[in-house]
């Protein structure tokens, strides 16, 4: 019996360390289960701080150059990089700025090109880390349209019964001249040909939008709803109330003058750029761009004489290389950039800033 009483015993001690030993093996797994997800955690924490600190330095570098470019833009005399002039080979010494609780910081550098280009490079330190972005700057000229109702070489002629709202610029000689010439397409000369047919009255304009002469003379619509380029070789005419509705982005090119006259009318949803090598003339009451019409939209380019007159209205930006003529009534809401500028007794004329902005051939206004 006593034996027996010993193996029950024995048995019983037995458990008790096995059952011991798995509570110690489960504590021990258990222990590296958190180890290696408390490692895990401050793993991805470092590499979240270090993420956000190479972000936060890389914010530094871009806030850098874009610091540094408006002040080279704006010539503003508080910024570390302004020289006594906007001659940036002169710009040899870079800067640097803190900001924030000085964990941040940005230094800028300077490799001129020319007097008006410069590489700026500009390094974001943050917290140890660097970050460096580079772009080219250039000095822009600034279109005249967006500065003077008119701004002219020769000094302009304002009647003292003319109004004119905005500044007017008078010793603006740019050299070469700024309308370009224009580039016809095919054969235009000796037209009409097979690639310049003529256009009179027709109800529609066909591709591909070249003709010999266009002549629009008697009162109905003509309506282009889509991107195009029209080419008049010769005159382009429109009279007696006709009229074109641009919903398009439309470029018209004519090799000699405009002539639009007896409430003619041209009308602007979209975008015209006109670019003609005569002169443009616009007389009784004829319209380019209602009153009211978006100055943004419209562009006349003409390398010879623009005349406006007996209550005609012109909305938008003329640039010609000869002279601009305003008189009996005639209105502009706009701007001009000519050689030469007449406003006569009881015309008008509104600076527009944004006249031709839209015009894919704005940068002709640039010497």
């Known amino acids: 019996m006593r034996n027996l009483f010993?193996?029950?015993?024995?048995?019983?001690?037995?458990?008790?360390?096995?059952?011991?030993?798995?509570?110690?093996?489960?504590?021990?797994?258990?222990?590296?289960?958190a180890l290696s997800f408390l490692i895990q955690t401050q793993t991805k924490q470092y590499g979240s701080a270090l993420?956000?600190?190479?972000?936060?330095?890389?914010?530094?570098?871009?806030?850098?150059?874009?610091?540094?470019?408006?002040c080279l833009l704006l010539n503003d005399v508080n910024c570390p990089a302004v020289t006594a002039n906007t001659d940036w080979t002169l710009l040899v010494t870079g800067f640097t700025k803190t900001f924030g609780s000085g964990n941040g910081d940005f230094t800028t550098s300077f490799a001129?090109?020319?007097?008006?280009?410069?590489?700026?490079?500009?390094?974001?330190?943050?917290?140890?880390?660097?970050?460096?972005?580079?772009?080219?700057?250039?000095?822009?000229?600034?279109?005249?349209?967006?500065?003077?109702?008119?701004?002219?070489?020769?000094?302009?002629?304002?009647?003292?019964?003319?109004?004119?709202?905005g500044t007017v610029e008078t010793g603006y000689c740019p050299n070469p001249q700024l309308v370009d010439p224009i580039a016809f397409p095919g054969t235009p000369g000796?037209?009409?040909?097979?690639?310049?047919?003529?256009?009179?009255?027709?109800?529609?304009?066909l591709a591909p939008y070249h003709y010999c002469n266009y002549s629009h003379l008697i009162s109905y619509d003509i309506t282009?709803?889509?991107?195009?380029?029209?080419?008049?070789?010769?005159?382009?005419?429109?009279?007696?109330?006709?009229?074109?509705?641009?919903?398009?982005?439309?470029?018209?090119?004519?090799?000699?003058?405009?002539?639009?006259?007896?409430?003619?009318?041209?009308?602007?949803?979209?975008?015209?750029?006109?670019?003609?090598?005569?002169?443009?003339?616009?007389?009784?009451?004829?319209?380019?761009?209602?009153v009211g019409g978006n100055a943004a939209n419209v562009l006349l380019l003409a390398e010879e004489d623009v005349t406006l007159k007996d209550n005609s209205v012109f909305v938008g930006g003329i640039i010609s290389d000869k002279k601009v003529t305003f008189e009996q009534n005639s209105v502009l809401t706009g701007a001009i950039l000519a050689d030469a500028v007449d406003l006569k007794k009881d015309t008008t004329a509104t600076?527009?800033?944004?006249?031709?902005?839209?015009?894919?051939?704005?940068?002709?206004?640039?010497?």
Request: charged letters at 15%.
């Open 112 to 165: 001129p090109v020319d007097a008006s280009t410069v590489v700026v490079t500009s390094v974001g330190t943050y917290r140890g880390a660097q970050r460096e972005v580079s772009k080219t700057i250039v000095q822009a000229n600034s279109c005249k349209l967006a500065e003077n109702v008119v701004t002219s070489c020769q000094a302009p002629s304002v009647h003292p019964q003319a109004s004119v709202t």
């Open 224 to 290: 282009i709803n889509s991107d195009i380029t029209i080419y008049v070789a010769q005159k382009l005419t429109m009279e007696n109330a006709s009229r074109l509705i641009i919903n398009g982005n439309v470029t018209i090119y004519v090799g000699d003058e405009i002539l639009m006259k007896d409430n003619a009318e041209i009308q602007v949803n979209g975008t015209l750029t006109i670019h003609t090598e005569k002169t443009l003339t616009m007389e009784n009451s004829t319209i380019i761009n209602a």
């Open 351 to 367: 600076w527009a800033a944004t006249a031709a902005t839209n015009s894919p051939q704005y940068n002709q206004c640039l010497p």
């Open 6 to 33: 010993l193996k029950t015993g024995t048995l019983h001690n037995e458990r008790g360390i096995a059952a011991l030993v798995l509570v110690l093996l489960g504590t021990a797994l258990v222990a590296v289960i």
């Open 51 to 70: 993420a956000s600190t190479g972000s936060n330095a890389f914010m530094a570098a871009e806030a850098g150059l874009r610091y540094t470019e408006t």
């Open 190 to 205: 000796g037209c009409p040909n097979l690639d310049y047919i003529p256009m009179v009255n027709a109800p529609v304009l």
